[in-house]
Structures are given as C-alpha cells and as structure tokens.
C-alpha cells in the first residue's frame, strides 16, 4: 500500500498550544512587567508555525499576529533545525526570534494527537498573575467622572407609551378664578410630564393649551432652581477668581450636590393631588391604556372617576347647536355643511365601511334583484329591471332590461345614489331616511324616485351573502323562519303532514317535497306572516341538489368563440406560455383569482361576465383549482369549432345568474325539514322519516 503524503494526511490540520511571555515595561506606573497570552499553532501538514496575541479592546498595544506563519529555527547553539512537534508540549519553552514563550495548555485534539504518537502530556500550567491586571484591579477615583444616566433601556422598553389622566385646578379662590380642566400626559420612557389645559370653545381665554410642558416636575417647589443645577458636573475653582490664573477642576466628590425629588407613575392614579410649582392638581381620572397599565403592574381594580367642583354660575346641561330644517337645494350632508363653517367642506363618507365593503377579488359586494314596475299603465307592467345595491355606501342604481320592439331602450333607468324612504317629513332639522340593503329582499315593494317596483328573484351571489350574514339579514336568517313557521303550524300540524307529506317511495329512500308545493303550504297557512324571500330562504337551505344551470356549457363556448371571431385574436400560445409560467410545478391546476388575472393581463377581448362564465364551465380538481388544459381547449376555436352565435348584449345576457326563476334546487329534503321544524306529534309521516333515514344509511 503506498504511504499518503504528508501534504495530504494532515491537510488542514494543526496543533493549538496556550502560551505566555513576559515584557518589560519601562514607562508604566507601579509596574516593571507585563504578561501577554498568545495562541501557537503547529500546522501538521508543512511543520510551520504561527503566533497570535488574541485582541483587547483599548489595551494600547499592537495584538494579532505576532509571528506569520513560517518554519521557525531553533536558535543556537543547535543549527540547521526547525522546531518540530517533539518540542513542543506543554511546560517547554520556546525562545523564537529573542522571546522566549512558555507553553501552558493546549486544546483536546492536541492532546489526542500526541497520546496517540506516543508523546506525554502534563497537565495545564496556571497562568502567572499580570502585575498591570492587579493593580488595574485596585479601586481608582476618576479625575473626570462620568455623571450621565444611562436611560437608553426605558427608552427602548417604553418608547412612544404614555399615561394619560384628567384632572383640574381649581383656582376660584383667586378674583375672577375658574375651574381648569388639565389633561396630564406622563411619559414611561424618561419620567417626564406635560399637562395640557383643556379650553372650551369661545372661552374668552387666548393664552396658549399648554399648562407646563414636557419636564420632570418636582414634588416639593420651594423656588427656580439656579443655572446649572440639574448640570451632571460639578466645577471648582482651585485657584482664586482671577480667570487667567485660576485653574478648574472636576468635582468628583460632588460637594454642595442637591438632589430634586420629582414626580413618578407610583405617585400618580385617581383622587391623587401633585403640587405642580404651587398649584394644586388634582387627578379624577384616566384612559383605558393607563388602567390597564395600572392593573398589570400595581394590581389595580377600582378606578372610579371623580367629579370636579362646580361654580354657582356653571351649567351642567350640554346645549345643542341648533340646526336649520332642509331647504331642498342640493342633497341634504351638502346641505348641512353650509350650517357649520362659512367655508363648506364635502361630506365625509364612512370610510371604514367602505374598506370592508368595496370589491375584493370576485367578492363584489353588490347585491342584484330583479324587479318588475308596479304601474297602472298597460306598457309598464311588463318592463323588467335589475336593481343593484352597493354594501359599501348604500347607494342604489336601477337598470332596465329592456326587450326588442318594446318602445323602451336597454340602459340605465336611475344612476347610482342613495334613495330616500318615501313618506317623511323632508323639510326638518332631522336627517331623512334612506333604503338600507335590509329593506331589499325578494317579495319586498320599495319606491324608488317615485316608481313602485316589486321584486320579483334576486341573484346566487346575494341569496348566498345574505345568508352567510343572517344577522343583518333578517329575511334570510334561517332560525328566525324556522321559529315563525313552528309558532303558526303548531296548531295544524296534523293536518299540514297530512296534506303535503311526499310519497314514501322515492330515488335513494329520501322523501322529497317539490318547491311549489310547500310554498302553496306555507301561503295557505300563513298568508302574509312569510314572505317570498322567507321561503327561498328554506327551500335553499333543505335544497337535495344545486340547481341546473340555465347556460349550458356549449352555449358559452359558442359566445366566447363569436367574440374572439370579431376581434381576431389568436394569441392562444402566448396565453399557454403565461399559464406554464404560473404553474412552475406542472399540475395543470390553478386557483381561479390566478386564472381570472391572467386572462385580463393577456387582454383577451371579451367581457368580464363572458370571463366569470366561462371560468364557472370549467372542470374543478379535488381542492377547488381550475384546470387550465381545458380553458385552453375552451377557447381554441380550431377544435371543435362552433357556428356563430346570434348577437346579444353580453353585459346584460350573462349578468343575471339565477335568470328566471329563483335558486331554490330540485326539491326540499321532507324529512329534514320536520326534524328542524321540532313539533311533536305522533304522526306516521315522522315515524316513516325515521324508518327512511335508517334505511338510507344502512344502504
């Protein structure tokens, strides 16, 4: 077997020994020596040597390396040899270039290293006290002492934290005294207070909000203090008071140094009275992030507020500004804002309710009925309308769905703005009423700048919003249906099951009730106690199935390739190469707002409801992502083209969702309904239901 070299067995590995060696100092006071530590490495691959001092901060000497790395001689009277690993261990001493150094410790591998060659190893030697260390020890008074206080842990434990408390200063004593209402600002990063002075409107007083500004207020006040006093440094002069003679020096001893007790959050709460430079506060209560400060830190329960004094001449009772009815001109917040300021300012809007409510991704926050006009005239009664209602400033627009050769356009019937409820007293101080989108719901009559209309279905988007916020929505707040529909067929149950119990014999042992038939159920024995929406609300909630979609699959197809037709597109391979792109895994999978952005990024020239058609067609995986092979095979108009279809307004066609008839599915679970419904009789219809479902699940 050849022999490894030496370059190569002991490659990046070497010896590390501690060592010391002593210097001469010359120039230091009370010391003729000083001890140096440093580290000796022995590289085993070449036999070269290297000396490290390791660095000290601020020690005045010229530390690291000492000696580079290099093959050291041995000094005479031995020639021609290098110092090799027998000669080094621990207690030997080394003289390398006129110093010697003396080997104290080395590390485990080290010891290891020579155990295994077969070289013994003592044990570590102590190190030998430094005179300078010693008498660096020694307690030592500065000439110049350092009097800042460090204050940068407050500052960053309790920086931009302040307590905040409510107090006055009653100063009725005084001629032409009044009570001032102070506001006390207490900062925790630095101990430091500020009060502010609370002035009422037209007060008659124009001096400055400020009360005392920021500062460390003193508990006892006896007078100014002189300059210089809160000054760290003392200052002596030492040698008369001739300035160009005298000589000054640093106090260290801090003589005639008086120290100024001041206020801090332990002598501050509610019922506490500060001496604020002879003025007396007094604190009657505090913020919400004060008591809970309080409470944490002190343990703090009672916080109870205390009342001010009063004059004789003082009124407690809150005068209103009085504002002027409604004239009529212009909305009436414009209006309003004229009564205020000389120079009138917009209205401000409900800016929180719109960050929650504006359009997020394809949640839209619009809910859409369709309505029919209530009118005496022939023509009306058959015009058709979309009524939009925007969650995020109530504002309502009316569209017309208008039919060919009606005499009526298809456009916009009424823009966008908020609607007054009719039958008020327009003309007061009071503000006026307007529609919410509570009063919005199937069934429901809302009169909208003076035309009546009734509607008639609303979209799958707003039955499902306002079921998922049943608490707003009351008309689609299933349990409260639930509980006026037991309240009033509880007395004719009997009768009720017995009229309009399904047949027992159906498809999966499942009793099914047609939507029809229960609705002509609850109208008979409710009559005008339910309403339209009331009972969508319980057909969709026990629907067996999801409703058939009334544009099939092949009919969008056939629109989306008449639309790429009229406009010549054929960037299909650049869609597929920004698909590819997305999906770096290669799942043919994406999600449908990633899809839903790409295709608008590629600027495919149809409309946006064209878009969200042809996204509901496409197949689905397991987690809910689209399959974007088959839009690519959706819109390739080359395979399996299709005949252009008849021209239609897109934007109208497509906007409506549930079309003609209400979402309410194929048919209501019977059995289902009865067990939320929760009346006891002993009927054969429940007992059949219980059969069914036992043996539906045996099945």
Same mark, same amino acid.
């Given at each position: 077997?050849?022999?490894?070299?030496?370059?190569?067995?002991?490659?990046?590995?070497?010896?590390?020994?501690?060592?010391?060696?002593?210097?001469?100092?010359?120039?230091?006071?009370?010391?003729?020596?000083?001890?140096?530590?440093?580290?000796?490495?022995?590289?085993?691959?070449?036999?070269?040597?290297?000396?490290?001092?390791?660095?000290?901060?601020?020690?005045?000497?010229?530390?690291?390396?000492?000696?580079?790395?290099?093959?050291?001689?041995?000094?005479?009277?031995?020639?021609?040899?290098?110092?090799?690993?027998?000669?080094?261990?621990?207690?030997?001493?080394?003289?390398?270039?006129?110093?010697?150094?003396?080997?104290?410790?080395?590390?485990?591998?080290?010891?290891?290293?020579?155990?295994?060659?077969?070289?013994?190893?003592?044990?570590?030697?102590?190190?030998?006290?430094?005179?300078?260390?010693?008498?660096?020890?020694?307690?030592?008074?500065?000439? +110049?002492?350092? %009097?800042?206080?460090?204050?940068?842990?407050?500052?960053? +434990?309790?920086?931009?934290?302040?307590?905040?408390?409510?107090?006055?200063?009653?100063?009725?004593?005084?001629?032409?005294?009044?009570?001032?209402?102070?506001?006390?600002?207490?900062?925790?990063?630095?101990?430091?207070?500020?009060?502010?002075?609370?002035?009422?409107?037209?007060?008659?007083?124009?001096?400055?909000?400020?009360?005392?500004? %920021?500062?460390?207020?003193?508990?006892?006040?006896?007078?100014?203090?002189?300059?210089?006093?809160?000054?760290?440094?003392?200052?002596?002069?030492?040698?008369?008071?001739?300035?160009?003679?005298?000589?000054?020096?640093?106090?260290?001893?801090?003589?005639?140094?008086?120290?100024?007790?001041?206020?801090?959050?332990?002598?501050?709460?509610?019922?506490?009275?500060?001496?604020?430079?002879?003025?007396?506060?007094?604190?009657?209560?505090?913020?919400?992030?004060?008591?809970?400060?309080?409470?944490?830190?002190?343990?703090?329960?009672?916080?109870?507020?205390?009342?001010?004094? *009063?004059?004789?001449?003082?009124?407690?009772?809150?005068?209103?500004?009085?504002?002027?009815?409604?004239?009529?001109?212009?909305?009436?917040?414009?209006?309003?804002?004229?009564?205020?300021?000389?120079?009138?300012?917009?209205? +401000?809007?409900?800016?929180?309710?719109?960050?929650?409510?504006?359009?997020?991704?394809?949640?839209?926050?619009?809910?859409?009925? %369709?309505?029919?006009?209530?009118?005496?005239?022939?023509?009306?009664?058959?015009?058709?309308?979309?009524?939009?209602?925007?969650?995020?400033?109530?504002?309502?627009?009316?569209?017309?769905?208008? +039919?060919?050769?009606?005499?009526?356009?298809?456009?916009?019937?009424?823009?966008?703005?908020?609607?007054?409820?009719?039958?008020?007293?327009?003309?007061?101080?009071?503000?006026?009423?307007?529609?919410?989108?509570?009063?919005?719901?199937?069934?429901?009559?809302?009169?909208?700048?003076?035309?009546?209309?009734?509607?008639?279905?609303?979209?799958?988007?707003?039955?499902?919003?306002?079921?998922?916020?049943?608490?707003?929505?009351?008309?689609?707040?299933?349990?409260?249906?639930?509980?006026?529909? %037991?309240?009033?067929?509880?007395?004719?149950?009997?009768?009720?099951?017995?009229?309009?119990?399904?047949?027992?014999?159906?498809?999966?042992?499942?009793?099914?009730?047609?939507?029809?038939?229960?609705?002509?159920?609850?109208?008979?024995?409710?009559?005008?106690?339910?309403?339209?929406?009331?009972?969508?609300?319980?057909?969709?909630?026990?629907?067996?199935?999801?409703?058939?979609?009334?544009?099939?699959?092949?009919?969008?197809?056939?629109?989306?390739?008449?639309?790429?037709?009229?406009?010549?597109?054929?960037?299909?391979?650049?869609?597929?190469?920004?698909? *590819?792109?997305?999906?770096?895994?290669?799942?043919?999978?994406?999600?449908?707002?990633?899809?839903?952005?790409? *295709?608008?990024?590629?600027?495919?020239?149809?409309?946006?409801?064209?878009?969200?058609?042809?996204?509901?067609?496409?197949?689905?995986?397991?987690?809910?992502?689209?399959?974007?092979?088959?839009?690519?095979?959706?819109?390739?108009?080359?395979?399996?083209?299709?005949?252009?279809?008849?021209?239609?307004?897109?934007?109208?066609?497509?906007?409506?969702?549930?079309?003609?008839?209400?979402?309410?599915?194929?048919?209501?679970?019977?059995?289902?309904?009865?067990?939320?419904?929760?009346?006891?009789?002993?009927?054969?219809?429940?007992?059949?239901?219980?059969?069914?479902?036992?043996?539906?699940?045996?099945?």
């Amino acid at each position: 077997m050849p022999e490894i070299p030496p370059w190569l067995a002991f490659d990046g590995q070497r010896l590390m020994f501690k060592a010391y060696f002593q210097e001469t100092v010359q120039e230091r006071w009370k010391v003729a020596s000083h001890i140096r530590v440093v580290k000796i490495s022995f590289f085993l691959e070449d036999g070269t040597m290297k000396i490290v001092e390791p660095s000290v901060d601020n020690s005045g000497l010229e530390q690291g390396v000492l000696v580079r790395r290099q093959r050291i001689p041995i000094p005479d009277p031995v020639k021609y040899r290098y110092y090799d690993i027998l000669d080094l261990n621990i207690g030997k001493e080394l003289e390398i270039y006129g110093r010697v150094y003396k080997i104290v410790d080395c590390d485990k591998f080290t010891r290891e290293f020579l155990y295994r060659s077969g070289i013994p190893v003592p044990d570590p030697i102590d190190l030998p006290k430094d005179p300078y260390s010693e008498v660096m020890k020694s307690d030592t008074f500065p000439k +110049k002492p350092s %009097r800042m206080v460090d204050v940068l842990g407050n500052f960053l +434990k309790y920086d931009r934290q302040v307590l905040r408390f409510y107090g006055y200063w009653d100063d009725t004593e005084s001629l032409h005294g009044i009570v001032h209402d102070l506001e006390l600002h207490y900062y925790l990063s630095d101990d430091t207070m500020e009060i502010k002075e609370i002035v009422p409107p037209n007060a008659g007083r124009d001096s400055g909000p400020m009360f005392v500004k %920021r500062m460390k207020i003193p508990k006892f006040y006896t007078a100014l203090q002189p300059i210089g006093a809160q000054d760290p440094f003392t200052i002596l002069n030492v040698l008369g008071d001739d300035t160009a003679q005298s000589y000054y020096i640093v106090d260290s001893l801090n003589t005639g140094k008086v120290s100024f007790d001041h206020y801090k959050d332990n002598d501050l709460g509610i019922g506490s009275q500060l001496n604020v430079f002879g003025r007396k506060v007094v604190v009657t209560d505090m913020d919400g992030f004060t008591k809970n400060y309080y409470r944490t830190k002190y343990g703090l329960d009672n916080f109870t507020p205390l009342t001010r004094p *009063l004059k004789d001449d003082e009124l407690c009772q809150k005068v209103e500004r009085y504002v002027p009815p409604y004239n009529g001109f212009g909305s009436y917040e414009d209006s309003l804002g004229n009564c205020f300021t000389v120079m009138p300012k917009p209205p +401000k809007s409900d800016f929180i309710k719109f960050l929650y409510h504006d359009k997020q991704g394809l949640d839209s926050h619009v809910l859409r009925f %369709r309505a029919k006009m209530i009118s005496k005239i022939p023509s009306d009664e058959d015009r058709q309308f979309i009524v939009r209602v925007f969650l995020m400033d109530d504002t309502i627009s009316v569209f017309e769905l208008a +039919k060919r050769n009606s005499g009526f356009v298809r456009s916009m019937f009424q823009k966008r703005m908020p609607v007054m409820i009719p039958g008020q007293d327009v003309f007061t101080s009071k503000k006026p009423k307007y529609y919410k989108p509570q009063d919005f719901y199937v069934g429901a009559c809302v009169n909208l700048g003076n035309f009546l209309f009734k509607i008639t279905s609303a979209d799958v988007y707003a039955l499902r919003y306002m079921e998922s916020h049943c608490d707003k929505f009351p008309k689609a707040n299933k349990k409260l249906i639930m509980e006026k529909v %037991r309240e009033i067929l509880q007395p004719v149950f009997k009768e009720f099951i017995q009229t309009y119990a399904p047949p027992k014999d159906t498809k999966d042992g499942i009793r099914m009730l047609n939507y029809e038939q229960l609705r002509e159920a609850l109208k008979r024995y409710m009559s005008d106690n339910i309403t339209e929406h009331e009972m969508i609300t319980i057909a969709r909630h026990y629907s067996s199935s999801e409703k058939v979609e009334f544009k099939s699959r092949q009919y969008v197809r056939q629109l989306l390739h008449t639309e790429l037709h009229r406009s010549l597109w054929h960037d299909l391979d650049r869609l597929k190469e920004d698909l *590819l792109h997305w999906d770096r895994d290669r799942t043919g999978f994406l999600p449908r707002e990633s899809l839903y952005a790409i *295709l608008r990024g590629c600027r495919i020239p149809v409309d946006v409801e064209l878009l969200n058609s042809m996204l509901d067609h496409l197949h689905k995986s397991e987690d809910g992502k689209l399959d974007y092979n088959d839009l690519l095979q959706f819109m390739n108009v080359k395979i399996d083209p299709l005949p252009p279809a008849e021209p239609i307004n897109i934007k109208t066609a497509l906007w409506w969702a549930s079309e003609k008839e209400p979402d309410c599915g194929c048919g209501i679970n019977w059995c289902e309904f009865l067990k939320d419904l929760g009346i006891k009789e002993e009927d054969d219809a429940t007992e059949d239901c219980k059969d069914s479902e036992t043996q539906h699940a045996t099945t």
